[in-house]
């Protein structure tokens, strides 16, 4: 069974970093895809930033580029989120994903693994 845990989320002033963790368990992850998605209050959830267990084809939403980095340990079986420079606007819960297909995407119905969520709060 496949698990998705969380952690680093926190409350940082605008400005500031946050290193977000998505431990994973209960398969092999090599041919997968791994996502991070995030969801503010009243809004739709949306894509932060996807990549390939194997590091290649990363993406990024426009509004992270440049400020937000997804990357992964193998020997952790960790995905990793580094967020600089964050914003008020990057106040969320943050979500980490899993899809199976290998498919990196921007849509969350192609990922069918998704953890508890992160709460992650930018002050101004």
């Known amino acids: 069974q496949v698990q998705l845990v969380e952690s680093g989320g926190g409350l940082v002033q605008a400005g500031g970093s946050l290193r977000l963790s998505c431990a994973a368990s209960?398969?092999?992850?090599?041919?997968?895809?791994m996502g991070w998605f995030r969801q503010a209050p009243g809004k739709e959830r949306e894509f932060v930033a996807t990549?390939?267990?194997?590091?290649?084809?990363?993406y990024y939403a426009d509004s992270v580029k440049g400020r937000f980095t997804i990357s992964r340990d193998n020997t952790k079986n960790t995905v990793y989120l580094q967020m600089n420079s964050l914003k008020p606007e990057d106040t969320a819960v943050y979500y980490c994903?899993?899809?199976?297909?290998?498919?990196?995407?921007?849509?969350?119905?192609?990922?069918?693994?998704w953890g508890q969520g992160t709460q992650v709060t930018v002050s101004s």
């Open positions: 990549m390939r267990w194997s590091g290649d084809n990363k």
């Open positions: 994903a899993a899809g199976p297909r290998g498919v990196v995407a921007t849509t969350p119905r192609l990922y069918d693994y």
């Open positions: 209960g398969r092999t992850f090599s041919s997968y895809a």
